[in-house]
């Protein structure tokens, strides 16, 4: 019996020793499952900020770009819009001169004082002879129609090397950039009373 016994305790031993390696392998088995879960949730979760990330690089340039277009649209409109009003306000010019609107005797007063101490020439339109001669003529000054002036009073020094262009177009000329600013912010302030 006694190698019955030492059998029996042999076979105890290793079912013992097989209980105890299969239950090492299993934690073994169960820790490098759970590396292996934490590296496979570490790779998607990188591999998520990686695309969310050119996701929202992505966005971001297709909005700047979109924000660069319809400025670009905002600032044709706006001077698509400058020139509407500038092309109605120089359409006005004849029939404002033609009314006295205008007052002539500063614009001409304006324009001599570029020219001053020399002798100088005055040129109009034909058309504004009879409202600029006299003003010219208390200044001992003679005009000359020039039908390619615009409308308004051009003074020129003796040597004709200084000439002062002081018509209602060159002055529009020189205020379009204040005008084209005061004329959107009144298109702005106008567009938020609606809004509002």
Do not use: Y
């Not at 609107?101 to 034909?126: Q, W, Y």
């Not at 004709?160 to 084209?180: H, K, Q």
């Amino acid at each position: 019996m006694a190698i019955q016994e030492l059998l029996a305790a042999l076979d105890a031993e290793a079912d013992a020793r097989a209980e105890e390696q299969l239950a090492a392998a299993r934690a073994e088995a169960k820790r490098i499952a759970e590396a292996a879960a934490e590296q496979l949730a570490a790779a998607r979760s990188a591999r998520v900020s990686d695309v969310e990330s050119k996701v929202r690089r992505e966005t971001e340039a297709r909005l700047s770009s979109e924000r660069r277009r319809a400025r670009a649209e905002v600032l044709r409109e706006r001077h698509a819009m400058v020139e509407r009003v500038l092309a109605a306000a120089t359409a006005c010019f004849p029939s404002a001169i033609m009314a006295a609107r205008v007052p002539l005797e500063r614009h001409l007063a304006e324009a001599l004082a570029h020219v001053e101490g020399t002798v100088a020439r005055v040129h109009c339109r034909p058309e504004l002879m009879a409202a600029i001669e006299p003003l010219a003529a208390a200044r001992g000054l003679t005009v000359e129609a020039t039908p390619a002036a615009g409308w308004g009073v051009v003074a020129a020094d003796g040597s004709g090397r200084i000439e002062v262009d002081n018509t209602l177009e060159a002055r529009l000329v020189r205020m379009r950039a204040v005008l084209a600013v005061a004329l959107a912010r009144r298109v702005e302030e106008g567009a938020g009373d609606r809004l509002g």
